[in-house]
């Protein structure tokens, strides 16, 4: 390790207490953390505060190597002020069982297959994940714990919309990616804030919240277009119905009248302005039925091709976070594609001439439950299956007997956030970034902290 690990090390022991200590002087503290910890999730690496101990930079997993960053200061003295003031004993959010089952089989994935490094990378941002679910639902106790969260959400839209606007208007980028590294991380990232400002707006909380929800929802629009994701505009566009049916009404206002026309008019002005980037993009690559015909494996479904060649002879999985691994070295030539072979888990492959790949080494799947699969077996992504499964039973808890109130407007928000990170999930594997692991764990913690079932338990036991 360099000296900056030890330093980050040495300042997350000097800083843990001391916050511990300003959280047990006044409940604001705690909000105040709470907010800057869900808005830090848009840039997560900030001040330099971003540190990956044992980096393999130069591997193409999904994880590089044990990730922390500056936010992980934050949850860690929540959860510890939280179980301070309320006890160990908690009632276990929804879906936190199945969570660890897959977790536990994950773990299992990595002890049976070798190399056994690469999925310990990927084990410990899963542990992290749970982590921040597990504080976020115990600390989102109250109507003004989940106000906080949701100005939380409305700087995200208001600031990650100017971004992308930023990176598309300004610096000519052809696809945005706003604070991000890639625009499909902006795209879904954008994509699973929305539902949320949208129920807000709509909800009855207070006029400030609802006006800054309301143009957080028309950024996080804008920027899910500016990043010229096929993906994420069909997905767009059935969200946007989706919540027109469960947030609207037939009944007329002009209000209504004004809202509408106005998001007509921005949305015909960007349709305009984007229609371009787009017709060149599905003209250059088609659409996605298009990749996953997989004629001449350069489209995505060559991804499920090597997945079921994988659990072919390994059925319980080659390994979790080793798919570039084996593909590179073993299955890419079974499909005509020559990578430049790993030579070990702690040596940067040589650079070596590849004539009908892009990269040297082979990427991740572009498919959730393609990559799933492959690393962890038919039982991994039965799991999987199950705990998408929990995330949608649980956000549809609040599509029955809905209202305006803004507790029940959050939960409906979250169901189309959860339809929106599976939909996206179908042709991208970047639920696994660690900004979009924050986010939809924090999102996910919400539905369970708010959930009916829960709300009414507590309501019985005061």
């Known amino acids: 390790m360099e000296t900056r690990h030890y330093l980050f090390i040495i300042g997350f022991v000097i800083w843990l207490p001391l916050a511990v200590g300003a959280l047990s002087l006044h409940r604001r503290v705690a909000q105040v953390m709470l907010f800057v910890f869900v808005f830090g999730t848009l840039r997560h690496d900030a001040f330099h505060l971003q540190l990956s101990f044992f980096d393999h930079s130069w591997y193409r997993g999904t994880s590089v190597g044990y990730d922390l960053s500056w936010v992980d200061f934050l949850w860690p003295a929540l959860w510890i002020d939280d179980v301070r003031r309320h006890g160990l004993s908690s009632k276990t959010p929804k879906t936190l069982l199945l969570q660890w089952i897959f977790l536990l089989w994950c773990t299992v994935s990595v002890v049976m297959q070798e190399p056994r490094l690469f999925g310990t990378f990927e084990l410990f941002r899963m542990l992290r994940g749970l982590g921040v679910f597990v504080t976020i639902a115990r600390c989102v106790r109250s109507l ?36 991000f590294l890639h625009p499909n991380t902006l795209s879904l990232y954008c994509l699973m804030v929305l539902p949320v400002t949208i129920g807000v707006w709509l909800s009855d909380a207070r006029k400030a919240l609802r006006s800054a929800s309301a143009a957080a929802a028309l950024g996080l ?12 505009l ?17 009944r007329f206002t002009w209000r209504k009248v004004v809202v509408g026309s106005l998001a007509l008019v921005i949305s015909l002005g960007a349709a305009w302005k984007l229609a371009g980037a787009y017709a060149a993009r ?19 479904g060559r991804y499920y091709t090597l997945a079921m060649m994988m659990a072919a002879d390994h059925p319980w999985g080659v390994g979790l ?37 892009d990269n040297q080494q082979a990427p991740p799947a572009h498919s959730l439950s393609a990559i799933t699969l492959g690393e ?21 808890a609040f599509l029955r007997g ?38 939809s764990m924090i999102l996910f913690a919400i539905a369970a902290a708010l959930h009916p079932a829960r709300q009414a338990s507590s309501a019985q036991a005061a």
């Open 234 to 250: 069909a997905t767009l566009g059935l969200e946007l119905i989706g919540m027109m049916f469960a947030f609207g009404s037939l």
């Open 376 to 396: 962890t077996g038919w039982l991994g992504l039965g799991l999987l299956a199950l705990l998408w499964y929990g995330y949608f039973s649980m956000g549809a």
């Open 221 to 232: 629009v804008l920027g899910v277009l500016v990043t010229v994701s096929r993906a994420g």
């Open 402 to 439: 809905r209202t305006s109130a803004l507790v029940s407007r959050v939960g409906v928000g979250v169901f189309f956030s959860v339809f929106a990170a599976f939909m996206q999930s179908i042709s991208e594997w970047e639920l696994r970034q660690t900004p979009l692991v924050l986010i």
């Open 144 to 179: 003004e714990d989940v106000t906080t969260v949701c100005w939380a959400f409305a700087a995200i839209g208001i600031v990650e919309g100017g971004a992308a606007l930023y990176t598309r208007s300004v610096l000519r980028h052809p696809r945005a990616e706003g604070t």
């Open 321 to 357: 976070n080793n798919w570039s691994y084996v593909v590179t070295n073993r299955y890419g030539l079974a499909i005509g594609l020559v990578y430049a072979p790993y030579v070990g888990v702690d040596e940067r492959p040589p650079v070596r001439r590849v004539e009908n790949v």
């Open 282 to 300: 599905f003209e250059r690559e088609g659409g996605l039925a298009r990749e996953f015909e997989n004629e001449d494996n350069s489209g995505r």
